[in-house]
């Protein structure tokens, strides 16, 4: 089935570890996002990809980097994970007259 | 800046029950209005959408109408059913930019 498409599921790391969260889509979006979501405070933008080779930041950036490695993906990194990174994080792909369509989300905890 | 207020919740309501869940929307120019439901456990999903004032988007018995005039996108059921127990999420798209600016939730509970 169309959509997108994230790994893993589910993740554990220790404090200072670092990994990539991959997200690919098959819809040939142009647009592509990364949010997390903790209680409470809804959905917060990490960073977005407008079209292929451009990312900018989102409203809670820091602590993270992405990379939009062609137009079907787009992957987020940790280089030192931090307790407050303890999140779900969601991928998102969009074209600009249509909603988002959103991945089933990453469930990341660091201890 | 643009942003979207909805009602806090949660909410619980006995099956059959009228839903509303209130959102509010600030806004320059025209932008696009959303619903998302998210169901335990999976990421949100698109409800309904309206792109212009007085559009009336609906789906699975969810209606929402788009008022320019009190700024609103109010999402109304007129029987809830258990299994539409989920949070709800309001959202705007500008007509400008790539993107969208989301409420905080409303988490809605159905008992039987």
């Known amino acids: 089935n169309a959509g997108v498409t994230q790994t893993p599921k589910f993740q554990v790391l220790k404090t200072g570890q670092s990994m990539t969260l991959q997200c690919a889509q098959d819809?040939?979006?142009?647009?592509m996002y990364w949010y997390r979501q903790d209680p409470g405070m809804g959905l917060r933008l990490i960073y977005y990809s407008a079209s292929e080779g451009t990312t900018d930041k989102g409203e809670v950036p820091n602590g993270y980097n992405v990379s939009r490695l062609n137009k079907r993906e787009f992957s987020l990194r940790l280089e030192s994970a931090a307790p407050s990174q303890t999140s779900v994080y969601f991928c998102a792909s969009s074209e600009r007259l249509y909603g988002y369509t959103f991945g089933s989300g990453t469930r990341l905890t660091v201890v | 800046g643009d942003s979207v207020t909805q009602m806090e919740g949660p909410v619980t309501l006995s099956e059959e029950a009228f839903l509303t869940i209130n959102c509010t929307y600030t806004a320059t120019g025209y932008p696009s209005l959303f619903w998302y439901v998210q169901y335990p456990g999976e990421g949100l999903q698109l409800l309904l959408k309206?792109?212009?004032?007085?559009d009336k988007g609906s789906n699975k018995g969810f209606e929402a109408t788009y008022r320019k005039e009190t700024t609103s996108f109010h999402l109304e059921k007129g029987s809830v059913q258990v299994s539409d127990s989920a949070v709800y999420f309001c959202?705007?798209?500008?007509?400008?930019?790539?993107?969208?600016?989301f409420g905080t939730g409303t988490s809605l509970t159905v008992i039987p």
């Open positions: 309206a792109t212009k004032a007085d």
């Open positions: 819809m040939n979006h142009n647009s």
């Open positions: 959202a705007l798209r500008t007509n400008t930019g790539n993107q969208f600016y």
